[in-house]
């Protein structure tokens, strides 16, 4: 049976749980103990697959295809952990189970009420896998006191009760705000997060106080007097250069100790913390610089592309170099030359994406690292935008495009090089989408197998011909195109096992240029960073020194 660790926020939103999630997940692995995290949403949509990056940044994808929120990025990128279709979940989804089996007539006929019904289903949520590990992680979206987010406090408040005792403690985020006129930190706000917990009958079992400044131990005492915490469970989370300081930070603070302490485990393995060692080093320890841009359309909010601006930062980890990342808006050049963009960047990569809205620009960049000699590395939409770029100005096709562009529209505009994707295979069946389905959880989402061509440069980066990645696309590039680009240098150096569907494009008479159906960004971690892209920052390198 799992000891449960629920993770809460007050005062404030982005104080950063989800971090505070995956560094204690990482340091309890540190000390020998098997981990899961998980993360409860309280928003209504039954997952965040189809909301705007601008609302919610990027949608994580796991390997049984599921389109989660992005915190379970952070887990897998600090545990190794590969999250699951059952360690996402939101109030969308929790109502939407109520209300089906409300319609199958599995309640019998009884009035349904978020207690217990809602709350039951949150619980039943809560123990799937309760066998499988030492400690479950579950982290609650959202501050205390949101109305949305009332349910979930009442199911682990509820849970907490059913379970023994000692199996569930609360672990509560808060801010400590500095005022310079003062010179003072205000732990007020942190006693009103605490007392509104406590008034829907939760106790914190342990405080960490996100500050800027170093808390004394005179504020330590009079949070851990009016909050009702032991002084060694009042946790400080200071500001980090990087946020893989964050196990070494936590573990100086004394975070898994006092988690174990709320346990009652005694003795406490020690840590190995070996790994975080050596990534903190790679951090702060590099021989250069490169300047990369990534060409994209939600540029405005960097959460968006948050998995490969990690990525990169692994990358560069990897070769002991900074990456120095630029957000270049696509839409700026749509029209214009993207030279005056471009220039001085030691690689380019342009990320996935949906719609019409800024491709111009990124066939543009995709040209200019083309003809440049410039690592390009294409991403889902990057790549089916590379594949249009050489139809257009190496294979002779003017009017290629995607089928994607001619449904916002309504009218056939362009020869589609890129189709909507109708059926393909999954494990042993076959799956079959329209055009008219709904929009939510209908691409082709999850993992799957692709072949690598014996000799191709995709090929040697990985160290095989068989590869599994993570998808998440409705449109294909069609191999009817295929012969055509082979012909003139694009090379199709990743395809699915039945032969099927492109997964990655390589040109023959380039130093580095890539794109790939799939997101290699959602399976690389500081430990062990993907290996496009530590081949990709390695390429940044290379066309570094010739600049």
């Known amino acids: 049976m799992a000891r449960y660790i629920f993770i809460t926020g007050g005062v404030v939103s982005s104080l950063g749980k989800g971090l505070a999630s995956a560094a204690l997940g990482a340091l309890l692995q540190a000390r020998g103990f098997s981990v899961r995290l ?54 969308g989804r929790i109502y939407s189970n109520v209300l089906e089996k409300e319609r199958r007539g599995d309640y019998l006929g009884k009035t349904i009420q978020v207690v217990p019904h809602v709350t039951n289903e ?40 059913d379970r023994p005792r000692g199996q569930c403690i609360f672990m509560h985020l808060t801010l400590l705000p500095y005022l310079a006129a003062s010179g003072e930190l205000k732990t007020k706000p942190t006693q009103h997060s605490v007392k509104e917990l406590q008034s829907i009958g939760i106790a914190p079992d342990i405080l960490v106080c996100r500050s800027e400044h170093p ?79 990534i060409v994209g359309k939600y540029v405005q909010l960097e959460d968006a592309y948050k998995s490969i601006k990690e990525a990169l930062t692994h990358g560069g980890m990897a070769n002991r170099v900074k990456v120095n990342v630029e957000w270049v808006d696509a839409e700026v050049f749509d029209t214009q030359d993207p030279a005056p963009h471009l220039e001085g960047f030691h690689a380019i990569l342009v990320p996935g994406g949906f719609g019409e809205r ?50 916002e529209t309504g009218q056939k505009r362009f020869e589609p090089v890129v189709y909507h994707l109708k059926e393909w295979v999954q494990g042993n069946a076959k799956v079959r989408r329209k055009v008219g389905d709904d929009k939510g959880g209908t691409m082709r989402l999850g993992a799957y197998d692709a072949t690598l061509k014996e000799g191709s440069k995709v090929a040697g980066i990985y160290g095989t011909t068989s590869i599994e990645e993570r998808h998440r696309h409705r449109y294909e590039v069609d191999i009817k195109y295929m012969e055509n680009l082979e012909e003139h240098g694009l090379r199709f150096s990743g395809m699915s096992p039945d032969g099927r569907l492109p997964e990655i494009v390589e040109w023959t008479n380039h130093p580095w240029f890539i794109g790939v159906q799939f997101h290699p960004e959602l399976k690389s971690k500081p430990f062990a960073p993907h290996p496009l892209f530590a081949d990709f920052v390695r390429a940044a390198i290379e066309t570094s020194r010739l600049v």
């Open 38 to 91: 998980r993360k409860l949403d309280p928003y209504l949509n039954v997952d965040p697959g189809t909301m705007s990056p601008f609302e919610h940044g990027e949608v994580f994808v796991t390997d049984d295809g599921a389109e989660t929120d992005l915190d379970l990025g952070h887990y897998e990128r600090f545990t190794g952990v590969p999250a699951r279709m059952t360690d996402s979940v939101s109030s």
């Open 122 to 161: 949150i619980k039943d949520f809560l123990n799937i896998g309760d066998d499988e590990v030492d400690f479950m992680l579950c982290e609650i979206g959202g501050t205390v006191g949101d109305i949305e987010g009332l349910p979930f406090f009442e199911a682990i408040r509820q849970f907490s009760h």
């Open 215 to 293: 808390i004394p131990d005179k504020e330590r005492e009079k949070i851990a007097l009016f909050c009702n915490v032991r002084k060694e469970a009042v946790v400080a989370a200071y500001d980090l250069a990087s946020i893989y300081e964050a196990p070494l930070a936590y573990h100086r603070e004394g975070l898994d100790q006092a988690v174990l302490d709320a346990f009652q485990i005694s003795p406490a393995p020690r840590p190995d913390l070996a790994v975080w060692r050596d990534v903190a080093d790679r951090i702060h320890k590099t021989d250069g610089t490169v300047n990369i841009a």
């Open 358 to 407: 800024g491709t111009e620009g990124k066939i543009k960049a995709a040209q200019f690292a083309r003809e440049r000699k410039i690592p390009y590395l294409g991403i889902c939409l990057g790549m089916q935008l590379a594949v249009i770029e050489a139809a257009r100005n190496v294979a002779g096709m003017a009017t290629a495009g995607s089928e994607e562009f001619d449904h």
